[in-house]
């Protein structure tokens, strides 16, 4: 079978469902099929002046491949990796099965024959983030075949009449893993990662820290992210851009506590990486951290948009060790049955099965 992905735009840059893209990639490739995975320059059309950026850009990258994910992910070398213009009958090869990875590609690939593939949409968040929520729900109802990600993902489906097959996020238990037990860890250690998109809720978090610091002045922040390094960071607090893999294990376990306060996210990737790594997870009561994250047993759950909750849940953590150490421990159980073997499997089942 041949198996078209569409990505919304380069991918240059480390991002969690580019990241589970890339994964299915290389582990259908290595199943026999053949998969192509497609990066436009831009989805919809822009302004004059961001259509000449867009033109460079493209001519740029095809150059230096820099549409491809090599600073922070491998891909397989039998997996075709295309840089096109735009999403067009031109620029997308003929195949069995077509995957629209975000609303806008869903959107652009209506206008694709069915040459390309039949048309299923992956769906890994509900965009309202990142366009008006008219324009994406229209893409729910669009006649693709579609999978998600996370249950509440598949709630919204079903809210809307439509049907979709769920099959959650899997986790390398190579990449991440346990090196230092949680009893040995300082407990005044956290981490989170660091986003300036305001639904990533960061500022809560750092919120979270200023105000336990007072209280436990030998209190540590590490943060890490994309962004360049956040001005006015308190002091106590470090960052990591862009870390590679072996170095952000290493931080993981040397994190007593791993803090995670978006007020929305699909299926978030690294507090699972945490969980994996043994540390605690403190996260925001929201649809994507209860695919793994039960309050009290595999984690502490606390209100989206509030550092005062956020503190609170941290500071059951830091405090209790006991308490600590067995969170930690539930929660590196629970989140070893997301395995790319079931996950690869039932994604595989879903493209080959016909209605």
Known sequence: MTINFILPFAGNKPIGGFKIVYEYANRLSDKGHKVNVIHPSYTFKESSFNNLKYLLRYHQRSLDKSYLPQEWFSLNENVNALWVRNISNENIPDADVL???AWRTAVCAEVLNESKGEKYYFIQHYETWNGPEDEVNATWKMPYKKIVIAKWLNDIAMKMGEEAAYVPNAFDFSEFGMDILPENRSSLKIMMLYNDLEFKGSKYGIE????????FPDLELTLFGVPDKPEGLPEGVSYFQSPDRKTLRKLYNESSVFISPSLAEGFPLPPAEAMICGAALACTDIGGHREYAEDNETAVLFKPESGTAAAEAIRKLISDD??????????NEFIKKFTWENSVNKFESVLTTSE
């Open 99 to 101: 995957i629209t990875t």
């Open 208 to 215: 979270a820290f200023n105000i336990l610091k007072k209280e």
């Open 322 to 331: 006991k308490f600590r150490i067995q969170i930690a421990y539930n929660g």
